[in-house]
């Protein structure tokens, strides 16, 4: 054992030889707070605690580990050691927060460090929301919505430490309009002689992106199948849905009534028109005042190339010949050109009326007086 001058020296030693053989190599436990020990170092603490109860390491999943012996050293497992236990961020402590070695070689608690978990999320109304990792720590959730319907509030929340999500739930809300399609309506054209168009179009009907109810449709202008009268008009349909968003669609019906211009009456003359007198169809009637008689067309229609029909008439002074010589032949005249017999005296009580009247009636009874009348110029 060793060279002979060694020996005395080793002598002091031999009592405690079979002590070192017991002690067990150096080790160390991850989470205890032990660390690799020297060979005298655990020599010093095996001979401090001889025949004291010993605990078994303690090991935290998620946690660490601190303990204290109660006369010091680095073996911490010794009866009477006392741990402290504290979990990682994101776990919370199941159990004692200190564990004490007793003798039963027993630590007096069980722990166990659990990852923390938020409130469960509510479902929003006409939405919903995915998480990666339910509701525990670090677990991020995205909201989503149905279609019709836009996100309000925060679209991602995260699990925090504190057991609270990031951000306030969110909520699904309609803010979408209803969609709505007006018709497409054409310039339409009015029928001869008539100044109104009957215009119809089938009613458009509004749709709701989100739940496909609509409460209200607000018609602006005629309705269809009335009577448009010549111009623009404007016609708006409005549609509501539940949330009272609106949809508008706008669009218009043009009415053209085709005209040939108007006509004036003639100088001395009178004109009476149908309808609104220049329009496609209209009829202007001429005709002259007592002492002319007309010449031209006594009628004019305004016709589909948008001209007037005929030519423009005028009242030139009527000419009665006087030197004919039978009655016949001057009544021929008044009734060729009977307007003679209206004079322009406005009352029965002027002296040329009454002796007009006289002078045609007596020759009207007695036609010989025709030529005494004409003879005398």
Sequence with gaps: MGSPALRPALLPLLPLLPLLLRVPPSRGFPGSGDSPLEDDEVAYSHARYKDTPWCSPIKVKYGDVYCRAPQ???????????????????YELHGSSQLICQSNRRWSDKVICKQKRCPTLAMPANGGFKCVDGAYFNSRCEYYCSPGYTLKGEQTVTCMDNKAWSGRPASCVDIEPPRIKCPSVKERIAEPNKLTVRVSWETPEGRDTADGILTDVILKGLPPGSHFPEGDHKIQYTVYDRAENKGICKFRVKVRVRRCGKLNAPENGYMKCSSDGDNYGATCEFSCIGGYELQGSPARVCQS????????????????????????????????????????????RNLL??????????????????LQYGASG
């Excluded at 010589?325 to 307007?339: G, H, I, S």
């Design 353 to 370: 009326y009454r002796l007009q009247l006289g002078v045609l009636q007596a020759v009207a009874e007695n036609p010989t007086l025709l």
């Design 305 to 348: 190339n948008l001209a007037w029909s005929g030519t423009e008439p005028t009242c030139a002074a009527m000419n009665v010949n006087v030197g004919v010589r039978t009655a016949a032949a001057l009544l021929d005249q008044f009734y060729e050109k009977r307007r003679l017999l209206i004079v322009s005296t406005p009352t029965a």
């Design 72 to 90: 010091g050293g680095y073996y911490k497992t010794a009866l009477g050691t006392r741990c402290d236990i504290r979990c990682q961020k994101g």
